[in-house]
T-cell receptor
Framework: NAGVTQTPKFRVLKTGQSMTLLCAQD?????MYWYRQDPGMGLRLIHY???????AKGEVPDGYNVSRLKKQNFLLGLESAAPSQTSVYFC????????????FGSGTRLTVV | GQQLNQSPQSMFIQEGEDVSMNCTSS?????WLWYKQDPGEGPVLLIA?????ELTSNGRLTAQFGITRKDSFLNISASIPSDVGIYFC?????????????FGKGITLSVRP
């Protein structure tokens, strides 16, 4: 049982480049989330999805887009990367909105130069 | 929006000591969760609390859901080097499908051998 898998684990981008981060879960979870973690800032919610085909904005959505075409996958896109998007990105999922806790992936460390 | 306060940002203790962490909110929650994040990994759920006054243990960890529903604490007894990491509290007040966890900014725990 893999849980939540994030790819890639590390990436360096040049300013203005685009990329997609993939999150895959094999637990049949309905809800999925993308967070970014920066020193001293904790976990900040970027976008989330309450089911296949749905997406919604979180706390810091600017500069990011997401898609949930399949229930098991949640993609986070950066269309034109900026140095301010240098961060560690975490995906999480849970079965239902009444939370018994999110399951997190191991993160993607992104550096934009 | 809802905010969770965790302080101090860092704690330094000696191996074998007990440590207590507090999390407070200006809003009421009906679920409190405690997570631990090891270096280079995603957060992992330690303890979940669902009822005001509830006291729950998981090995050397004990957590309580405050009576006012606006706070929670986590106690680690007889600390060991592998307790090093970031400890996050999270709360939720379920109001529907878009209900999400609110995370504190975390406390980084260091354990001196």
């Amino acid at each position: 049982n893999a849980g939540v898998t994030q790819t890639p684990k590390f990436r360096v981008l040049k300013t203005g480049q685009s990329m997609t981060l993939l999150c895959a879960q094999d637990m049949n979870h309905e809800y999925m989330y993308w967070y970014r973690q920066d020193p001293g800032m904790g976990l900040r919610l970027i976008h989330y999805s309450v089911g296949e085909g749905t997406t919604a904005k979180g706390e810091v959505p600017d500069g990011y887009n997401v898609s949930r075409l399949k229930k098991q996958n949640f993609l986070l896109g950066l269309e034109s990367a900026a140095p301010s998007q240098t961060s560690v990105y975490f995906c999480a999922s849970t079965r239902q909105a009444v939370s018994y806790g999110y399951t997190f992936g191991s993160g993607t460390r992104l550096t934009v130069v | 929006g809802q905010q969770l306060n965790q302080s101090p940002q860092s704690m330094f203790i000696q191996e074998g000591e007990d440590v207590s962490m507090n999390c407070t909110s200006s809003s009421i929650f009906n679920t409190w969760l405690w997570y631990k994040q090891d270096p280079g990994e995603g957060p992992v759920l330690l303890i979940a609390l669902y009822k005001a006054g509830e006291l729950t243990s998981n090995g050397r960890l004990t957590a309580q859901f405050g009576i006012t529903r606006k706070d929670s604490f986590l106690n680690i007894s007889a600390s060991i080097p592998s307790d090093v990491g970031i400890y996050f509290c999270a709360g939720q007040n379920y109001t529907g499908a878009n209900s999400k966890l609110t995370f504190g900014k975390g406390i980084t725990l260091s354990v001196r051998p």
